[in-house]
T-cell receptor, first 114, second 117 residues
Framework: KNQVEQSPQSLIILEGKNCTLQ??????????LRWYKQDTGRGPVSLTI?????NTKSNGRYTATLDADTKQSSLHITASQLSDSASYIC?????????????FGTGTRLKVLA | NAGVTQTPKFRVLKTGQSMTLLCAQD?????MYWYRQDPGMGLRLIHY???????AKGEVPDGYNVSRLKKQNFLLGLESAAPSQTSVYFC????????????????FGPGTRLLVL
């Protein structure tokens, strides 16, 4: 069964600190992995997209890594800001018969405190 | 560009009532999607469309119907609402992958909160 599991469920950090969010998946056939940021009451916004051949991709203070062998990904946030408070969703895509299927994780809820 | 917009933002229905959720995008995207988001669960695909006049079932299509009469609009209908359909509904869109080596993101709307009593 295709599954995406994220940890931790929630995280509280102080402003300026770094943090790392984890994503483990069992999706086949794997096509790509995406990280989204979802502010409370808003729709998700894309942060990074990686194929199996990419092992790291950055978007400002956000850096995603991918280990396709162990089927793990992480999202590292550097020098956190209050505006980073949000849910972070890992999404794994499978390409089957020419159609992408997106499997969403349940997200990690991050709270950044001043 | 407004991006992806959804109407209404919030709605309360009684069991058995019907309603239509409207999604509109002004980015000329071919692909459009309807998802529902429930507490403790990842977004689940209800229906999707790969172009004007075409729709397909997703993971949880029962109780919903869709139509894509115009490229920019994707409508989600509930013919007879049930309490189990209480959820937040998100519409998303993306361009068609014309270059397999270049991946494109989905753009999401702000969501519609639906409460069925």
């Amino acid at each position: 069964k295709n599954q995406v599991e994220q940890s931790p469920q929630s995280l509280i950090i102080l402003e300026g600190k770094n943090c790392t969010l984890q994503c483990n998946y069992t999706v086949s056939p794997f096509s790509n992995l995406r990280w989204y940021k979802q502010d409370t009451g808003r729709g998700p916004v894309s942060l990074t997209i990686m194929t199996f051949s990419e092992n790291t991709k950055s978007n400002g203070r956000y850096t995603a890594t991918l280990d396709a062998d162990t089927k793990q990904s992480s999202l590292h946030i550097t020098a956190s800001q209050l505006s980073d408070s949000a849910s972070y969703i890992c999404v794994v895509s499978a390409l089957t018969s020419g159609t992408y299927k997106y499997i969403f994780g349940t997200g990690t809820r991050l709270k950044v405190l001043a | 560009n407004a991006g992806v917009t959804q109407t209404p933002k919030f709605r309360v229905l009684k069991t058995g009532q019907s309603m239509t959720l409207l999604c509109a995008q002004d980015m000329n995207h071919e692909y459009m999607y309807w998802y529902r988001q429930d507490p403790g669960m990842g977004l689940r695909l209800i229906h999707y469309s790969v172009g004007e006049g075409t729709t397909a079932k997703g993971e949880v299509p029962d109780g919903y119907n869709v139509s894509r009469l115009k490229k920019q609009n994707f409508l989600l209908g509930l013919e007879s609402a049930a309490p189990s359909q209480t959820s937040v509904y998100f519409c998303a869109s993306r361009i068609k992958n014309r270059d397999r080596g270049r991946l494109v993101p989905q753009y999401f709307g702000p969501g519609t909160r639906l409460l069925v009593l």
